[in-house]
Nanobody, 125 residues
Framework: QVQLVESGGGLVQTGGSLRLSCAASGGTFSGYAMGWFRQAPGKEREFVGGITWNGAVTQYAESVKGRFTISRDNAKNTVSLQMNSLKPEDAAVYYC??????????????????WGQGTQVTVSS
């Protein structure tokens, strides 16, 4: 089963940028759709963005469209989330996820095979 480790979280001011990375090991990375989810205190985990196995298709939550970009490098077994124009409401623990289902299914949180441990993103106003 694939193991996922996120990095790149931290503290940033409103309007700033962060780039999260997720390194995968122990599985066939190119066989998985990959996604990013987040969970803020007192809220349910929500889908942020997803990318198909070959990077051809991406999907985003409406709240981050135009600000966040997901990408992957199958040669390096990594998936990244570039976050620009950050807002206080983007503050959360961000989780990387691997799935063997379509993005439309994965974005519901269904069919996820593996989750990372999460990385904290804090946005100061």
């Amino acid at each position: 089963q694939v193991q996922l480790v996120e990095s790149g979280g931290g503290l940033v001011q409103t309007g700033g940028s962060l780039r999260l990375s997720c390194a995968a090991s122990g599985g066939t990375f190119s066989g998985y759709a990959m996604g990013w989810f987040r969970q803020a205190p007192g809220k349910e985990r929500e889908f942020v963005g997803g990318i198909t196995w070959n990077g051809a298709v991406t999907q985003y939550a409406e709240s981050v469209k135009g600000r966040f970009t997901i990408s992957r490098d199958n040669a390096k077994n990594t998936v990244s989330l570039q976050m620009n124009s950050l807002k206080p409401e983007d503050a959360a623990v961000y989780y990387c996820a691997a799935a063997a289902v379509a993005l439309a299914t994965m974005r519901k949180g269904t069919g996820v095979l593996s989750w990372g441990q999460g990385t904290q993103v804090t946005v100061s106003s």
